[in-house]
């Protein structure tokens, strides 16, 4: 009988241990997810952001931000957009304005983008919002005049309603440019008048002014349309001291020179030395009533006074800043002419209840703005 040599044994020995391993390995499975490499994790972040309508075309709105979990490459591409053709969307993330006549407030207040981001196989959506702010001072909203006072009085809208300047000086407004406001000495009597507007059953005025504090004790007129009759047809002033129910220097609104269509606005005083913004609207579609509508003063973009069946009759009238013009006759013609800036042959209109202090960005619209129109011209 032969016996095992130890060189037997030692190869007997390595092959029940490859048997061993082999048969406790698992076969290959193409289903098993266990094979498939470890998926790439996309995170994305969009953003919202708040612009003035009508940009420039390429103005940057902002940047989807992205990470992976392995610092791979990602694409990106615009998955859906409300408006077409609005944004552009570069390989970086950055969307810039593609069409600026999208960006209309009046026909696409907010705009929104979904941005897929994609690494490989696995994508991520971003959200983008673009809200429109409303440029008030435009054709779209009746704007008929507007004067920045920047050390002239033209006209700013394209409408040539240029005005006329009476002795009133240019200083400072309320973002320290220079010249950038009308100054107006309350003892010259100085102001600034407008040619006859289009008469509209519905307008807005809109304002800048800061009062200088002076002679509290009259009545300071911060813009009036007068007819020939001397007649207030409607203005926005402030009050004088002793004046029942109204402190010193309380805005106050009058309607077709009749005291049950003064308006005030609040029982509190303007502060003097401080740049305050007002307007008033009167809205006649607000009331069915023949020659009645929905007045509303405002200070700050914030309503302090409203007022319904308010009478309005339109009518030609001077327009005055700084004080109440009142027209004059014109001998020449046999009748009473409109003072229309300098078109006025005759002298120079009167001034009575003269403002101190500075005056600037008066607008004129030929129907009632909005609650969040006049919020933002108070904001410019």
């Not at 953003?47 to 075309?57: C, H, L, S, Y």
């Not at 004088?240 to 606005?265: C, I, P, Q, T």
Request: a negative charge.
């Amino acid at each position: 009988m032969k016996t095992m040599t130890f060189k037997s044994i030692y190869i007997l020995c390595a092959a029940i241990v490859l048997m061993s391993c082999d048969e406790g390995d698992e076969a290959f499975d193409p289903n098993d997810d266990s094979n498939e490499e470890p998926s790439v994790e996309v995170s994305t972040t969009g953003f919202t952001v708040d612009i003035e309508e009508n940009p420039e075309a390429a103005l940057l709105l902002g940047t989807v931000t992205t990470t992976t979990d392995n610092g791979s490459t990602v694409s990106y591409a615009i998955d859906n957009e409300t408006v077409a053709g609005a944004v552009s969307l570069a390989s970086d993330g950055k969307i810039h304005v593609l069409d600026p006549t999208l960006f209309d407030y009046e026909k696409n207040p907010i705009i929104t983008v979904q941005v897929a981001v994609s690494s490989g196989e696995v994508t991520d959506m971003a959200e983008v919002t673009v809200n429109l702010i409303d440029e008030v001072l435009e054709d779209d909203n009746g704007l008929v005049a507007y004067l920045p006072l920047d050390g002239d009085v033209k006209d700013a809208s394209g409408n040539g309603n240029h005005g006329t300047n009476y002795g009133a000086a240019f200083g400072k407004d309320r973002k320290n440019n220079t010249d950038g406001a009308a100054v107006f000495n309350q003892l010259d009597e100085n102001a600034i008048t407008l040619p006859t507007l289009a008469n509209s059953a519905s307008f807005s005025v809109s304002l800048w002014f800061k009062d200088n504090g002076e002679a509290t004790d009259t009545y300071r007129y911060l813009i009036a349309k007068t007819n020939a009759n001397q007649e207030i047809n409607y203005a926005l002033r402030l009050n004088r001291v002793g004046d029942a129910g109204h402190e010193n220097g309380a805005l106050y609104a009058f309607m077709n020179n009749n005291s049950s269509n003064g308006k005030g606005s609040t029982t509190q005083p303007i502060p003097s030395d401080k740049w305050v913004h007002v307007a008033i609207t009167y809205d006649h579609t607000a009331n069915e009533t023949a020659g009645m509508g929905l007045l509303t003063v405002y200070e700050n973009g914030v309503s302090v006074g409203t007022h319904s069946k308010v009478e309005l009759t339109p009518e030609n009238g001077l327009i005055s800043i700084g004080a109440q013009g009142v027209p004059q006759e014109d001998e020449g013609e046999g009748g009473v002419e409109i003072v229309k800036g300098a078109s006025r042959v005759s002298s120079r209109p009167d001034f009575w209840s003269p403002f101190g202090g500075s005056i600037d960005d008066v607008a004129y619209f030929d129907q009632a703005l909005s609650a969040v129109e006049v919020k933002a011209l108070s904001e410019m």
